[in-house]
């Protein structure tokens, strides 16, 4: 022993906390032991191994910020343009989906898990033909659909855990009907550049000093002048430095899923405040999926997501 004294030294015992390994990831529960919840599987974690990638990417900004960047859906056609919308340089013929409607129209509905809403786009003709639906599970993650982006057959969840006030860690799964590749998914987010993301501590190297890294030489055929969707997300995240003064800013219509997010944290917040669990502790995510698909002809767009549980009316 290294105790000179030859004291028995003083019984310490070092804080233990419940984990279990699943889907590529060690969860742990930190919460009272009396209230612990049982571990519910999310639907990825039935899939072969070679059907999910699992990545982390740490990043110099709030966890709020990244959580509300991923729920905003008018985003997708705006910053996402080389994706989403390719007829922009003027390949007319290049359609994906109904991106090209930057003005999507959202619907939003409180469930068990927190909520989903539905956002509507028009075709070039101006009929309404798509949507897309996107769960927020409480209290950070949300899963993407796949579609006409990225694949009918696959979604993408997406977990944002807060290091500290400002850093979050960033858990993204994709997962679908086929084998993914980990080489494909670092391309398609960017992140085959050792400039901007390390594989070795999963850090994601840009700052707010790095705006010389946007290649403004390309921007006629490079909309952002970034490479990579997760790059583009991840320099907007920065970009408001480590914490957004929200103070001067300006909500709009398509903000309504931001502004429910924060409703949802807060009604949370009061819940606890009570006595009572957080919203979505109970809930089944297994049962949770996101959707994107042409507009049901007859019946309510819920129909294609029958198994989120709407939540009771207060």
Known sequence: MNNPSNKRPPKLRAPAYPVVEAGGMVWTYLGPKEKQPPF??????????????????????????????????????????????????????????????????????????????????????GQMDNVRIVPFIMPSGRIIPGGA?????NATLALEIPIDDEHTATYTVRYGSEPITRESRLVEMGFDDPEI???????????????????????????????????????????MGPIQDRTKEHLIGSDLAVARFRKRLLDSVERMERGEDPIGVHADVGLVSAIDAPLPQSGHWRTLIPTHRVAAAA
């Open 149 to 153: 982006l990225q694949g009918r057959n």
């Open 197 to 239: 993301y390390c594989e070795r501590t999963q850090q994601f190297l840009f700052t707010r000093n790095d705006f010389h890294r946007q290649r403004r030489d390309l921007m006629d055929h490079n909309w952002s002048g970034f490479r990579g969707i997760a790059t583009e997300d991840l320099v907007i995240s920065t970009s």
């Open 40 to 125: 519910v599987r999310y639907k990825y974690m039935d899939l072969p191994d070679n059907h999910c990638v699992v990545f982390r990417v740490d990043t110099h900004a709030n966890w709020v910020q990244t959580v509300e960047g991923g729920l905003d859906s008018s985003h997708v056609s705006i910053l996402h343009t080389n994706g989403a919308r390719p007829e922009w340089t003027g390949k007319s013929e290049e359609k994906v989906g109904s991106f090209a409607d930057t003005e999507p129209v959202l619907e939003i509905e409180d469930t068990e898990f927190g909520y989903h809403y539905a956002a509507f786009r028009r075709n070039h003709a």
